[in-house]
């Protein structure tokens, strides 16, 4: 099993590109499963949850072929499998993102429950709600999920708490329905409006995405399109925040500040001076970090993606910060892999309260998740002599190339198997 191995304490300086959105990729990709006609998606990112849902398109039947480095042409004209297995479910929850738009083109869809990060409970029970509501015909047996219905009916669905992937599933579920679907509570996430562009530029009627309240009225049938995925926010705030707590000063390229406000004001409260360009963002670090608490909650509020990351620069901030989780419930598993390096960490519940300490110290850590993974990666950039991350299958899950974006920056980072 891959390792990287981090030798601390130099600062990152210089310039890097941001990658696609995976999360964004991820939905988009299972948009070809609507359409006979070709998709021609660009700057996709080279990651591991990518290849596993290309395998899961493929065995489908949708033609998948490479179009330059960063670009693909998917071709739905085939498919004729609506089956979506467990062995390569398993490994990716974002598959059950396939389930909306094989019902809503094929009448069925058999897919199995999905795993992925082990970070709580995560059921899918909205997505089932919601098809219910258009008509469908759900039941879940032996693991997987069986649906069912002649042709989706447009319905007013208001979900019980926001969800993305849920929103993403319906919205597809909806674009071929009967009539007009009117999704409440919905997630107002960018990568929702990705996917709804990307949808729109198909031919479906879409209106209101990234408001809480988004309506399609249902077409017959969708065409083929061109899309460029949007730049990957959680990466680019991960990159801020590896700056941040190395005291350095990079610009990021390919990517905007647009949709990551509530981290840029929480780094400028830390300290950091942000400068945004229309496609870049630059920050310089202070000489120490200031603690800032925070509270995770959907967007436009601050992302539970980056509250790892958070977590990992706080421990190294001057004062003490309270970290406070509302999305998932496991979500602090790095807290005790921080620890090992020094951070002096304590949960209460769905609170962390991180008292900043003056240095880390390098040690060997295990990746629990992929954002988690993130956070020991920062802590080993900070800390004294060498740390060694163990598990990071993790990692190369959700961050395209880290080893090597991170060596540009000037970091001392290698790879082992
Ligand atoms: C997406 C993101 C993930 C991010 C998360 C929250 C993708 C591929 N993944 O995950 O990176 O951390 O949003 O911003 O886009 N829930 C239910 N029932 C459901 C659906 C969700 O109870 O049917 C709960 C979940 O357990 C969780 C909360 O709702 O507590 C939010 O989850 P959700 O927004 O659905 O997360 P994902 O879409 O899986």
């Given at each position: 099993?891959?390792?990287?191995?981090?030798?601390?304490?130099?600062?990152?300086?210089?310039?890097?590109?941001?990658?696609?959105?995976?999360?964004?990729?991820?939905?988009?990709?299972?948009?070809?499963?609507?359409?006979?006609?070709?998709?021609?998606?660009?700057?996709?990112?080279?990651?591991?949850?990518?290849?596993t849902?290309?395998?899961?398109?493929?065995?489908?039947?949708?033609?998948?072929?490479?179009?330059?480095?960063?670009?693909?042409?998917?071709?739905?004209?085939?498919?004729?499998?609506?089956?979506?297995?467990?062995?390569?479910?398993?490994?990716?929850r974002?598959?059950?993102?396939?389930?909306?738009?094989?019902?809503?083109?094929?009448?069925?869809?058999?897919?199995?429950?999905?795993?992925?990060?082990?970070i709580g409970?995560?059921?899918?029970?909205?997505?089932?709600?919601?098809?219910?509501?258009?008509?469908?015909?759900?039941?879940?047996?032996?693991?997987?999920?069986?649906?069912?219905?002649?042709?989706?009916?447009?319905?007013?669905?208001?979900?019980?708490?926001?969800t993305?992937?849920?929103?993403?599933?319906?919205?597809?579920?909806?674009?071929?329905?009967?009539?007009?679907?009117?999704?409440?509570?919905?997630?107002?996430?960018?990568?929702?409006?990705?996917?709804?562009?990307?949808?729109?530029?198909?031919?479906?009627?879409?209106?209101?995405?990234?408001?809480?309240?988004?309506?399609?009225?249902?077409?017959?049938?969708?065409?083929?399109?061109?899309?460029?995925?949007?730049?990957?926010?959680i990466?680019?705030?991960?990159?801020?925040?590896?700056?941040a707590?190395?005291?350095?000063?990079?610009?990021?390229?390919?990517?905007?500040?647009?949709?990551?406000?509530?981290?840029?004001?929480?780094?400028?409260?830390?300290?950091?001076?942000?400068?945004?360009?229309?496609?870049?963002?630059?920050?310089?670090?202070?000489?120490?970090?200031?603690?800032?608490?925070?509270?995770?909650?959907?967007?436009?509020?601050?992302?539970?993606?980056?509250?790892?990351?958070?977590?990992?620069?706080?421990?190294?901030?001057?004062?003490?910060?309270?970290?406070?989780?509302?999305?998932?419930?496991?979500?602090?598993?790095?807290?005790?892999?921080?620890?090992?390096?020094?951070?002096?960490?304590?949960?209460?519940?769905?609170?962390?309260?991180?008292?900043?300490?003056?240095?880390?110290?390098g040690?060997t850590?295990?990746?629990?998740?992929?954002?988690?993974?993130?956070?020991?990666?920062?802590?080993?950039?900070?800390?004294?002599?060498?740390?060694?991350?163990?598990?990071?299958?993790?990692?190369?899950?959700?961050?395209?190339?880290?080893e090597?974006?991170?060596?540009?920056?000037?970091?001392?980072?290698?790879?082992?198997?």
């Amino acid at each position: 099993m891959d390792k990287l191995i981090i030798t601390g304490g130099t600062s990152l300086n210089g310039e890097v590109a941001i990658s696609g959105a995976k999360n964004a990729a991820l939905p988009i990709l299972c948009a070809s499963l609507l359409t006979a006609e070709p998709l021609h998606l660009i700057n996709l990112p080279h990651l591991n949850d990518i290849s596993t849902m290309l395998r899961l398109l493929a065995q489908m039947g949708v033609g998948v072929t490479l179009d330059g480095p960063a670009g693909l042409v998917l071709d739905g004209g085939g498919l004729n499998n609506p089956l979506a297995p467990y062995d390569l479910v398993k490994t990716m929850r974002a598959s059950i993102l396939v389930l909306g738009p094989l019902v809503a083109r094929c009448g069925e869809a058999r897919v199995s429950l999905p795993g992925g990060c082990a970070i709580g409970a995560r059921p899918v029970d909205q997505h089932i709600k919601g098809l219910q509501a258009m008509g469908a015909e759900v039941t879940v047996e032996a693991g997987y999920v069986h649906a069912k219905a002649k042709r989706l009916k447009g319905a007013r669905i208001c979900t019980d708490m926001v969800t993305v992937t849920g929103t993403e599933n319906l919205m597809m579920a909806a674009v071929l329905a009967d009539g007009e679907t009117i999704i409440e509570n919905a997630a107002r996430e960018p990568e929702v409006v990705d996917l709804a562009n990307c949808l729109v530029s198909m031919g479906a009627q879409i209106s209101g995405a990234g408001t809480d309240v988004i309506r399609i009225r249902g077409v017959e049938r969708l065409s083929g399109a061109n899309h460029r995925i949007m730049p990957d926010r959680i990466e680019t705030g991960t990159y801020l925040c590896a700056a941040a707590a190395t005291g350095g000063d990079v610009r990021l390229t390919q990517t905007s500040a647009a949709y990551l406000d509530a981290v840029v004001d929480k780094l400028m409260d830390a300290g950091c001076e942000i400068t945004t360009e229309r496609d870049a963002i630059r920050l310089k670090a202070p000489q120490r970090l200031k603690a800032v608490s925070l509270r995770t909650a959907p967007y436009p509020a601050f992302p539970t993606d980056m509250q790892a990351q958070f977590m990992a620069i706080n421990a190294v901030a001057d004062g003490v910060s309270t970290i406070r989780e509302t999305i998932f419930e496991n979500r602090f598993m790095h807290a005790n892999e921080l620890q090992r390096l020094g951070a002096d960490i304590q949960i209460e519940g769905s609170n962390a309260i991180v008292r900043g300490v003056s240095h880390l110290e390098g040690a060997t850590v295990m990746a629990t998740d992929l954002r988690a993974s993130a956070s020991l990666v920062i802590a080993g950039l900070v800390a004294q002599g060498e740390t060694t991350i163990d598990r990071i299958y993790h990692l190369d899950r959700g961050y395209e190339r880290i080893e090597e974006k991170l060596s540009k920056l000037g970091a001392k980072v290698r790879r082992a198997h």
